[in-house]
């Protein structure tokens, strides 16, 4: 059966072929674009007569907006820290050869895959705890972007774990045979035969994730994050929520993944080609 098209998109940009597929004539259409709506926003903003452009207002706000996407990268970089540690842990037990370890982490790394971001983030929104109390009577509050951050690292870390039993598996099973033929135990032989090995493989799409992950932090903006997005709106109703201004400040915050984003797109597909497996 022939699959839609915004799923064939979604899986495309799993597998980062949208991200590899990035030229440097795409960086310079981009650019020619967003330098072609500013000049229309500034000179609607000037048509309309408004007391001060919407450019202005950007520039006013800016330092508040990047405070927001600071935030970003700092739920990021924790969300895929946990992603990974777990990830790998959840990997292995995948590759185990007892059918009651393997069986559940199997479970976990299908649901965590296939279940929506969205959803996840609301489920660990509203059933984590406001506050924890500490064994000496002591309330710590648990803030929202923390829980953002554990709830864009789960889907993260059942791809995580895909993504290692599967480099473990590329292994040609000669090396197994060769290690046992050694006396190797099966724990020796993965910790210095065959995950060495797979570190090369893992790499490419461990960035592709981490894009992704990045790519979604936004949604924290829905539980009252302070991230880019809140706080680009939050600037926007105070200049004056005026229409003019919607343009050049999510202009402003494409700019700003894009940026980010865009070399992590090109590292990704020149470790891609480096470690290509032939």
């Not at 370890?101 to 296939?114: D, E």
């Not at 059942?158 to 290692?164: D, K, M, R």
């Not at 903006?221 to 919607?246: C, D, K, T, W, Y």
Request: charged letters at 10%; hydrophobic letters at 55%; proline letters at 6%.
């Amino acid at each position: 059966m022939r699959q839609p098209a915004f799923q064939l998109s979604i899986a495309r940009l799993r597998d980062g072929q949208v991200l590899r597929g990035f030229r440097a004539w795409h960086v310079a259409v981009v650019l020619l674009a967003l330098v072609v709506a500013l000049a229309a926003a500034v000179v609607r903003s000037s048509a309309l007569g408004t007391p001060s452009t919407a450019l202005t207002a950007l520039i006013t706000y800016a330092p508040f907006i990047l405070r927001g996407f600071a935030l970003n990268l700092a739920m990021s970089f924790l969300a895929m820290a946990i992603a990974t540690i777990l990830g790998i842990g959840l990997g292995l037990m995948q590759i185990s050869t007892r059918a009651a370890v393997r069986l559940p982490a199997r479970f976990v790394t299908h649901l965590l895959r296939n279940s929506p971001w969205l959803v996840i983030l609301f489920l660990v929104t509203y059933f984590m705890p406001v506050e924890v109390r500490l064994p000496g009577g002591w309330l710590v509050p648990v803030p929202d972007w923390s829980k953002a951050t554990l709830a864009f690292a789960l889907p993260v870390m059942g791809n995580i774990s895909e993504i290692l039993r599967g480099a473990v598996r590329s292994i040609p099973s000669g090396q197994w045979e060769s290690a046992e033929g050694l006396a190797f135990t099966r724990a020796q032989t993965l910790r210095y035969i065959i995950l060495p090995q797979c570190v090369r493989r893992c790499i490419p799409p461990w960035m592709n994730w981490y894009a992704m992950l990045t790519l979604s932090t936004p949604m924290a903006s829905i539980f009252s994050v302070h991230e880019a997005v809140a706080n680009a709106q939050a600037s926007m109703e105070a200049a004056g929520a005026r229409p003019e201004l919607l343009l050049p400040f999510y202009l402003f915050l494409l700019c700003l993944f894009f940026v980010y984003i865009y070399p992590i797109a090109v590292w990704t597909r020149v470790l891609e080609r480096r470690y290509a497996v032939g």
